[in-house]
């Protein structure tokens, strides 16, 4: 059964930092490319960043470039995204979702239907 769970979302203070943790089960992840989504509320799911089939491209969203960064540890089968510089706004749902097998170039971040597996979320709170 494919499988996505997040974890290592939490309460953090402005200025702190969270790693969050995509682990993949019934597929191996290596060979697919990654997304991380968050929703807040009363907004739209947007995309936040994504890493290529390859593992050697990603893609941010301008809002999170410099803060955030996504990587992947293929022998965990898992994709992580540390966010650093944390803000309120950053308040969210994230969702970890699997991409396609051929994405080796800049994967999409507009295009969240070509995702299809997501995880169930975890939630990551700013706030002092």
């Known amino acids: 059964q494919l499988q996505l769970v997040e974890s290592g979302g939490g309460l953090v203070q402005p200025g702190g930092s969270l790693r969050l943790s995509c682990a993949a089960s019934?597929?191996?992840?290596?060979?697919?490319?990654i997304g991380w989504f968050r929703q807040a509320p009363g907004k739209e799911r947007e995309g936040v960043s994504c890493?290529?089939?390859?593992?050697?491209?990603?893609n941010y969203a301008d809002s999170v470039k410099g803060r955030f960064t996504i990587s992947r540890d293929n022998a965990k089968n898992t994709v992580y995204l540390q966010m650093n510089s944390l803000k309120p706004e950053d308040t969210a749902i994230y969702y970890c979702?699997?991409?396609?097998?051929?994405?080796?170039?800049?994967?999409?971040?507009?295009?969240?239907?070509?995702?299809?597996?997501w995880g169930q979320g975890t939630q990551v709170t700013v706030s002092s």
């Open positions: 979702a699997r991409g396609r097998s051929d994405w080796y170039g800049i994967c999409p971040l507009s295009v969240q239907g070509a995702y299809d597996t």
């Open positions: 019934g597929f191996a992840l290596s060979t697919y490319a």
């Open positions: 890493i290529s089939t390859s593992g050697v491209r990603t």
